[in-house]
C-alpha cells in the first residue's frame, strides 16, 4: 500500500472531475456521498499506509521513510524535479488529521450547505482542497509540495468568495470576493519569498528532494551558514503567509468569509498549518540556521500574543475563533523556533481537533441561529442547542489548557520546550498569551451560551439544535479533543505507562534537531520544574477563566472596562488599525504608483510614438505644400501650356468619321490636281 | 469590244458611288455597303488588269481583297450591332466620342 | 509517420495559402460556406503539422541541428536560396501556430459578419506568412516571410476592427515597419560581411550563425545587434516599444488579437533565439544588461499598468507586455534553464493569452463593450465560461498543478535567470507572480463575481458547443504542459544547448582565411588579429 500514497490525492481529486463535471445534474445526495466517499477512501488508504509504514524497518539514520517517484517532471539543468510523493511519521500525523478530520468536516458539511444552491460547487471546491492538501502533505520535494501549497491556496480563495456576491464586513465595505483575494494575494507574498528561497536552495544544492536537502545541508559546512539562514528566513516568509503569521496574518480574519466548515477545515485545521508542517520538514535546514529559528521563535511568540489580544474585542463569533487560530499558529511556530518540533507538530494535531471542533460548533450555532454571528446577540444557548454547547465546552477547555484534555499536553509541552531551551521571553509571551486565550474563549462561551438570550424573542423562537449530520461529528471531534492529547503524556507523569510518550518516538526521527532531541529525550531536566511550570501554566489559564466569567457575569460591567480602557480598547477593537495601516502605507502607492505609470504609459511612452507622428506629418504638410506650389507649379505650367495648344487644335477633331473622310478626299483630289497640272 | 478602259469607267463610277456613299448617308448599315462597293471597284481594276497584262497576281489580290472585305465587314457589322444594342441607333451623326 | 517526407514543411506553410485561393474563387455571399471551408482548411492545417511531432524523433537532422529540411536554389544572382527546416525550438512554435490559426477561425464564425469572405482569405494568407517565418532558414526567405505578415494583420485591425481601428492599424503597421526596416539593413551588413570574411554570399541561416564563433567584428556586430534588436523588440514588444500592442489588440477583432498574442509577439522572442543570439554573442553579451533591465522595467511596468486598467483587453494587453518581459528575461539570462523557459513560456503565452482574448471576445459578441464595469456576477449566468476563464487566468499567473504550465515556465526561467551571479534579476522578474496574481484576480472578481446587478448581463447565454471547442483544446494543452512537460523539455533540450554551447564558446578567426584574395580583406584580417585577444571570451 505505500507505493500507492500517490492514490491518496488522486482520490478525492476524481470526485473533482466528478462533481464538477456531473454535479449540477445530480441530486445533491449523491453529490454530498461522493464527495465524503472519496474522502473516506483516502482516510482508509491513508490508515493502511501509515500501518505499514510503522510495520516498516527504519532506515540508517532510524527513520521510517517511503519514497516514490518515477515520472519525470521538471527536468531541468540546474535541478531536476520529478513528480515525488513520500510518507515518513511527520507526514503521516498530517496525513491522519487532514484526512481524518476533513471527513468528519465532509460529513458535517452535507447537514449544513442543504440549504446551498452551489452545492456541487462547494463539493467540487472542498474535494480539491482534499486533493491539495494531500498533495502538500505527501510531497516528497518542494516543488510537489508547492503544487500543493498554492492548489490549497487556490481553493481557498476559491471557498472564502463562495458567497462571491456577498458583502462580508461592513464596516470595511469587503466583500467575499475580496476576502478571497486578499487571502490570495497576501499568500503570493509570501510565496514570493519562499519561491526565492527554493530558487536558492535548488542553485545551492542541485536538488529540491526533501531526504536529499536535509543530507546535504547538515553537511553543507560553514561557508554556506549565511545562504542557509537567508533560505530559512525566506522560507518562514512563506510560512508566514500560509499560516497567517505577522506580518501576513491579516487574511486570516477576513477569511471567515467563507462557509463556516471551509472556516474549520482550511482555515484552522489543515491547511493554515501547512507553514509548521514545512517548517518541521524543513528542520535539518533550520538546525544548520539558528538565527532563523530565533526569527521564528519571536514571530511566532509575537503572533501569539497579539492575535489573542485582538481576540479578547472581537464581537463576530468566527472572527474570535479565526484570531484564536492565529494565535495558536503563533505558539506553534514558537514551538518550531525553540527547536521543540515535536511539541509544535503535537500542538498542530490537537489544535485541529480542537479547533475543528470549535468552528463546527460556531457553524452549528450559526445554523441555529439562522445566519446571525454576532455575539452580542446571542446567550443562553445552552438550553437550546446541548450538544453543540456541551462539544464546545469540552474544546474550549482543551484550547484552555484544561489538564487532562488534548491542549493541555501540547500547550504544556511547548512551554516546557520553550523554558528548557532557555528562551524565558518566549516562554513568558506564550504563557500570557494562554491566560488571554482562557480569556476570550470563556468569554466567548459565556457570551454565546450561558446568561440570558439577546437577539429578541422573534429570533429566539427560531433558535434550534443541529441534525445529526452536524452534531455526530461535533461528538466525535469532542471525544478526539480530550483523548488526543494523550498520545503524547509527558515523561514526567506515569512512567511505566504503555503509550507514554509515543507521539514523541514515533515523530522524532523525522526531525533534525539542533538541541539534540529537544523534550522528553533529554534526561537530565528536573521533574521538578516541569511540574511547577505545568502548575503555573495552568494557574495562568485559570485566572483568565476566572477573569472573563467575573466580567461577564454582570451586563454593565464589559462596558465600563472598556470605558476605563478608553484608547487601548479603541486600539484593540479596531485591530491595532493594521488593516487601515498597510492600506495607507502599502496600497494606496502601490495604486498610486499604478497609475502613475499608466499616465506615463499614455503620455510619455506613447506620447513620443504619436509625437514622432505628428512630427511626421508636419514635416509632411510642410513638404506638401512645397510640392504643390513649387514643384507642382512647373508640371501644372507645362500642362497649362499644353491645354492651350489642345483648345486651339482640338476643334479640328470633330469626331465624325465622315468629316475626315471628306477632307481626305479633298486631299487626294487636291493631290491628283496638283500633279496632273504639274504633270 | 470591251477593253480596259470599260471595265475602268464602271469602277470609277462604282467608286464614286461608294464614295459619296460613304460621304453623305448617315445610316452605317448604308456607309458599311458603300464602302463594299468602294472595294469591289478596286477589286474590278486588279482583274481587268490582270486581264489585259496576262499573269495571275491581279486576281490573286482580288480574291484576296475579297477575303478582308468579308472579315471587315464581319467585324464592322458585329460593331454596328454593339452600338445599337448601347445607343439604340446606328445614325452616324450620333457617335462622336472621338472629338476633341 | 510522416507521409510528406522533405516536402513537409512545404506543405504545412503552404496549405493555408491554397485554403485563402480556393476561397478567393467562391462568391462572396457564401458566408457560411466561406467560413466552414476556412476553417476546414486551418484544421487541415493542423492535421498536416501533426507529423512534426509524432516523426520528430524519427527524422534525420541536417548536421546543424535542423530536421525536415528542404532546399531548392531561387534567387542565384544574390545567394538566397529557398530552404526550409525546423529545430525543436521552431517545431514548437510552427505547431502553437497551426492550432492558434485553427482555434482563431473556428472563433470568428458569428464575430465576422461583414466582408466574410475577405476577412478568412486574410486569416489564411497571415497562416502562411507566421508559418514562413518560423520554417526559414534563409535570412532572404524569412525577411519576405516577416514582412508579408505584416499585411493581412493590418487589414484584420484596419477592416475588422473597433472604433479607433485605422489609427491602431497603422501604428501597428508603420511601428513594425519601422523597426523591420532596420532590421533589414542589419541582415543586409550581416550579407555582406560574411561575403567579405567567408568569401560567398550567402542569406543561408545555418552559415550566418557561425558567425557567431568570429573574433574580431565587436563593433559592426554592435550595430547589427542593435538593428535587430530594435526590429525584435518592438515586435516582442519590449519596454518601451510597447505601445502599438495595446492599441492593435484592442482595435482588432478577437480572431487578429488572438493570433497576434498567441502568435506575433512571439516572432521577435524568436528572432533573438535564432539570430541576435547564435549570430552576434558577443554584442548580446555587450549590451545585456541593458536588455536585462528593459526586460525588468518591462515585467514589472506592464503589470502595474495593467493593474489600472479599465478596459478588459487592454488589460490582458498589458498582461502580454509583463509576460514577454518573461520570457525575454529567461532568454537573456544564456543559460541552458532560461531559454528553454524562454520558449516554453512563449508557448504557455501563446495558450494562455490567445484563451484570454478568446474569451474576451465571448463576452464582446455578447455585450459588445469591453469596459469591466459593464461586468459583474457572470458566474452566475454563464457558470462553463467562468470556470474556463478560472482556468486560463490560473494558467496566466503561474498556478503551479492547475493548469501548471505557466508556472513551469515561470519556474525554469526564474531558475534560469537565477543562475545568474547577480541575484536580482531574478528577484525583480519574481515580483512578477505577485502582481499578475493581482491584475489578474481582481479582473476575474470584477467580472465573474460581485452581484449580477447589470439588467444587460442577466440574460447571456453560456457557451455554445462551438465556443467551448475553441477553448477546450487550449485548456488540455495547458494541463499537458503543466503536469507533464517532459516530452517539450525534450524537444527543447538539443538546440538550446547547442545555442548556449554556440553563446558561450571562445571566438576564434575564421578559418576560411584561404579564400579571401582581395587585398583589404586580408590586412584587415591581419588587423584583427593584432587587436583581438583582448576581446575575450567574457561572460557577464
Not at chain 1, 510503522?54 to 517532471?73: F, K, M, Q, T
Not at chain 3, 574580431?216 to 505601445?243: E, S
Not at chain 3, 534553464?337 to 474576451?360: E, P, R
Request: charged share 10%; proline share 4%.
Amino acid at each position: 500500500m505505500l507505493d500507492f500514497i500517490w492514490l491518496i490525492p488522486l482520490i478525492p481529486l476524481a470526485g473533482v472531475l466528478i462533481n464538477g463535471f456531473f454535479g449540477r445534474r445530480m441530486p445533491l445526495k449523491v453529490v454530498g456521498v461522493i464527495a465524503c466517499a472519496t474522502v473516506l477512501a483516502a482516510f482508509l488508504l491513508s490508515v493502511g499506509a501509515v500501518v505499514q509504514l510503522a510495520g516498516s524497518e527504519p532506515n540508517a539514520d532510524g527513520l521510517r521513510i517511503h519514497e516514490v517517484g518515477e515520472l519525470d517532471w521538471i527536468p531541468l539543468d540546474a535541478v531536476s524535479v520529478p513528480w515525488e510523493f513520500s510518507l515518513d511519521p511527520l507526514g503521516s500525523v498530517l496525513l491522519l488529521v487532514v484526512t481524518g478530520v476533513g471527513f468528519l468536516i465532509h460529513v458535517y458539511s452535507i447537514g449544513y450547505m442543504a440549504h446551498e444552491k452551489d452545492y456541487a460547487r462547494f463539493f467540487t471546491y472542498l474535494n480539491l482542497f482534499m486533493g491539495m492538501m494531500l498533495t502538500l502533505v505527501l510531497a516528497g520535494n518542494m516543488m510537489v509540495m508547492f503544487v500543493g501549497w498554492e492548489g490549497v491556496g487556490l481553493c481557498s480563495y476559491l471557498l472564502i468568495g463562495f458567497y462571491y456576491d456577498k458583502p462580508f464586513d461592513t464596516r470595511t465595505g469587503l466583500t467575499c470576493a475580496d476576502a478571497g483575494r486578499k487571502a490570495f494575494i497576501t499568500n503570493r507574498i509570501g510565496d514570493f519569498a519562499f519561491l526565492i528561497g527554493v530558487l536558492y536552495l535548488a542553485i545551492n544544492f542541485g536538488t529540491l528532494t526533501f531526504s536529499e536537502i536535509s543530507e546535504k545541508v547538515t553537511h553543507a559546512g560553514p561557508g554556506s551558514h549565511a545562504l542557509l539562514v537567508g533560505v530559512g528566513i525566506l522560507l518562514f516568509l512563506g510560512a508566514c503567509g500560509k499560516s497567517a503569521q505577522i506580518p501576513l496574518y491579516v487574511w486570516l480574519p477576513d477569511a471567515m468569509a467563507g462557509p463556516t466548515p471551509v472556516s474549520a477545515l482550511i482555515h484552522a485545521a489543515t491547511m493554515v498549518t501547512a507553514g509548521v508542517y514545512m517548517v518541521a520538514r524543513m528542520s535539518a535546514l533550520y538546525a544548520q540556521a539558528p538565527e532563523a529559528m530565533a526569527v521564528i521563535a519571536a514571530v511566532g511568540a509575537l503572533t501569539a500574543i497579539f492575535a489573542a489580544i485582538m481576540g479578547t474585542a472581537a464581537t463576530d463569533i468566527k472572527k474570535v475563533l479565526a484570531y484564536s487560530t492565529v494565535s495558536q499558529l503563533g505558539y506553534m511556530f514558537a514551538a518550531l523556533g525553540v527547536g521543540a518540533y515535536v511539541a509544535g507538530i503535537f500542538h498542530l494535531m490537537t489544535h485541529a481537533f480542537f479547533k475543528a471542533l470549535l468552528f463546527l460548533g460556531a457553524g452549528s450555532v450559526i445554523h441555529g441561529m439562522n445566519g446571525e454571528q454576532d455575539i452580542t446577540k446571542m446567550g443562553g444557548l445552552r438550553k437550546k442547542m446541548p450538544r453543540t454547547y456541551w462539544t464546545f465546552l469540552v474544546a474550549t477547555l482543551a484550547i484552555a489548557g484544561i489538564p487532562g484534555l488534548a491542549g493541555f499536553f501540547s500547550k504544556d509541552e511547548i512551554l516546557w520546550g520553550a523554558w528548557s531551551s532557555g528562551n524565558k521571553m518566549v516562554w513568558l509571551t506564550l504563557a500570557a498569551a494562554a491566560g488571554v486565550t482562557a480569556f476570550y474563549m470563556f468569554r466567548l462561551v459565556y457570551l454565546t451560551f450561558w446568561g440570558r438570550f439577546r437577539g429578541g424573542d422573534e429570533a429566539e423562537s427560531h433558535v434550534h439544535e443541529s441534525n445529526n449530520l452536524m452534531t455526530v461529528p461535533l461528538m466525535i471531534l469532542a471525544g478526539l479533543a480530550i483523548v488526543g492529547g494523550w498520545v503524547g503524556f509527558p515523561n514526567s507523569f506515569l512512567k511505566d505507562a504503555p503509550f507514554i510518550h509515543s507521539f514523541h518516538h514515533w515523530l522524532a526521527p523525522a526531525i533534525a534537531d539542533s538541541h539534540g532531541g529537544g523534550h522528553g529525550a533529554e534526561a537530565s531536566h528536573s521533574a521538578g520544574v516541569e511540574f511547577g511550570l505545568m502548575a503555573l501554566a495552568v494557574g495562568i489559564a485559570l485566572c483568565g477563566i476566572f477573569l472573563a466569567l467575573q466580567i461577564y457575569k454582570s451586563s454593565s460591567l464589559p462596558q465600563k472596562i472598556a470605558d476605563t480602557l478608553g484608547p487601548v480598547y479603541k486600539l484593540v477593537r479596531n485591530l491595532f488599525w493594521v488593516d487601515e495601516l498597510y492600506n495607507l502605507v502599502v496600497l494606496r502607492p502601490f495604486y498610486a504608483v499604478c497609475r502613475g505609470f499608466r499616465w506615463v504609459d499614455i503620455h510619455v511612452v506613447d506620447g513620443l510614438v504619436n509625437g514622432t507622428r505628428n512630427a511626421t506629418l508636419g514635416l509632411s504638410y510642410i513638404s506638401n505644400l512645397h510640392d504643390r506650389v513649387v514643384v507642382d507649379g512647373l508640371v501644372n505650367l507645362t500642362g497649362w501650356t499644353t491645354t492651350l495648344f489642345h483648345r486651339m487644335l482640338g476643334r479640328v477633331q470633330t469626331g465624325m468619321i465622315q468629316t475626315y473622310l471628306s477632307v481626305m478626299l479633298l486631299g487626294v483630289f487636291i493631290l491628283i490636281a496638283y500633279y496632273t497640272l504639274a504633270g | 469590244m470591251l477593253t480596259v478602259s470599260h471595265v475602268m469607267i464602271l469602277s470609277l463610277v462604282l467608286f464614286g458611288i461608294g464614295v459619296f456613299g460613304v460621304l453623305t448617308r448617315r445610316n452605317i448599315l448604308i456607309v458599311l455597303m458603300s464602302l463594299e462597293l468602294i472595294l469591289n471597284a478596286a477589286n474590278l481594276n486588279f482583274v481587268a488588269f490582270s486581264w489585259a497584262h496576262p499573269g495571275i497576281q491581279g486576281q490573286v489580290f482580288a480574291l484576296f481583297v475579297i477575303c478582308v472585305a468579308a472579315g471587315e465587314v464581319a467585324v464592322g457589322l458585329a460593331i454596328l450591332i454593339t452600338l445599337f444594342r448601347n445607343r439604340n441607333s446606328v445614325n452616324i451623326d450620333e457617335f462622336h466620342l472621338m472629338k476633341g | 509517420m510522416n507521409p510528406f517526407g522533405d516536402q513537409l514543411l512545404n506543405v504545412i506553410t503552404f496549405v493555408p495559402l491554397a485554403g485563402a485561393l480556393v476561397l478567393l474563387l467562391l462568391p462572396k455571399e457564401k458566408n457560411e460556406l466561406v467560413a466552414r471551408l476556412a476553417t476546414a482548411f486551418a484544421g487541415l492545417g493542423v492535421l498536416v503539422s501533426l507529423p512534426l511531432w509524432f516523426a520528430w524523433q524519427s527524422a534525420p537532422t541536417d548536421g546543424h541541428g535542423f530536421r525536415f529540411v528542404f532546399e531548392t536554389g531561387w534567387i542565384p544572382s544574390i545567394g538566397a536560396r529557398y530552404i526550409v527546416g525546423v529545430d525543436g525550438i521552431s517545431m514548437l512554435l510552427v505547431l502553437l501556430t497551426t492550432i492558434m490559426g485553427f482555434i482563431a477561425i473556428l472563433s470568428s464564425w458569428t464575430a465576422i459578419q461583414t466582408r466574410v469572405k475577405g476577412f478568412y482569405v486574410f486569416m489564411l494568407i497571415l497562416q502562411t506568412g507566421m508559418l514562413g517565418v518560423f520554417v526559414s532558414l534563409d535570412l532572404f526567405l524569412f525577411y519576405i516571410f516577416w514582412e508579408v505578415m505584416l499585411v493581412p494583420m493590418y487589414f484584420i485591425i484596419g477592416i475588422w476592427g473597433g472604433k479607433r481601428k485605422l489609427y491602431a492599424a497603422i501604428k501597428f503597421f508603420l511601428y513594425t515597419l519601422f523597426g523591420s526596416v532596420l532590421m533589414l539593413l542589419g541582415i543586409i551588413a550581416l550579407y555582406f560581411y560574411h561575403q567579405k570574411v567567408a568569401g560567398i554570399f550567402t542569406f543561408d541561416i545555418r552559415y550566418l550563425q557561425a558567425m557567431g564563433t568570429w573574433a574580431g567584428w565587436f563593433d559592426l556586430q554592435c550595430w547589427i545587434w542593435l538593428a535587430f534588436f530594435l526590429g525584435f523588440a518592438i515586435k516582442v514588444p519590449m519596454f518601451p516599444f510597447h505601445t502599438w500592442l495595446p492599441d492593435a489588440h484592442v482595435e482588432a477583432p478577437t480572431a487578429g488579437s488572438v493570433i497576434l498574442a498567441a502568435v506575433l509577439l512571439k516572432m521577435g522572442t524568436y528572432g533573438f533565439v535564432r539570430f541576435s543570439l547564435p549570430m552576434m554573442p558577443e554584442a548580446t553579451k555587450h549590451y545585456l544588461p541593458w536588455a536585462l533591465t528593459l526586460c525588468v522595467i518591462g515585467i514589472i511596468y506592464g503589470a502595474m499598468v495593467a493593474m489600472v486598467q479599465k478596459d478588459w483587453k487592454k488589460l490582458v494587453a498589458y498582461s502580454s507586455v509583463s509576460h514577454l518581459g518573461f520570457c525575454m528575461i529567461g532568454i537573456f539570462a544564456l543559460t541552458a534553464d532560461g531559454i528553454t523557459g524562454g520558449v516554453l513560456q512563449m508557448l504557455n503565452h501563446g495558450l494562455a493569452t490567445g484563451a484570454l482574448f478568446l474569451i474576451v471576445g465571448l463576452v464582446y459578441e455578447r455585450r459588445h463593450t469591453r469596459e469591466i464595469s459593464e461586468y459583474g456576477g457572470l458566474w452566475k449566468v454563464m457558470p462553463l465560461f467562468a470556470v474556463l476563464f478560472m482556468i486560463m487566468m490560473l494558467s496566466s499567473i503561474g498556478m503551479p498543478g492547475i493548469p501548471g504550465n505557466g508556472f513551469i515556465g515561470e519556474f525554469t526561467i526564474l531558475m534560469g535567470v537565477f543562475a545568474l551571479p547577480q541575484k536580482f534579476w531574478a528577484v525583480l522578474a519574481a515580483t512578477g507572480i505577485v502582481l499578475g496574481a493581482a491584475y489578474m484576480l481582481w479582473l476575474y472578481q470584477r467580472t465573474m463575481f460581485g452581484e449580477l446587478s447589470n439588467e444587460k448581463n442577466k440574460s447571456l447565454k453560456d457557451l455554445n458547443f462551438r465556443e467551448t471547442a475553441t477553448l477546450v483544446p487550449l485548456v488540455l494543452l495547458s494541463f499537458w504542459i503543466g503536469l507533464y512537460p517532459k516530452p517539450f523539455f525534450n524537444i527543447l533540450a538539443e538546440p538550446v544547448h547547442k545555442l548556449v554551447a554556440q553563446v558561450e564558446q571562445t571566438w576564434q578567426y575564421p578559418e576560411e582565411v584561404s579564400v579571401l584574395t582581395e587585398d583589404n580583406v586580408l590586412v584587415r584580417l591581419e588587423d584583427l588579429k593584432e587587436t583581438a585577444p583582448e576581446e575575450g571570451n567574457e561572460v557577464h
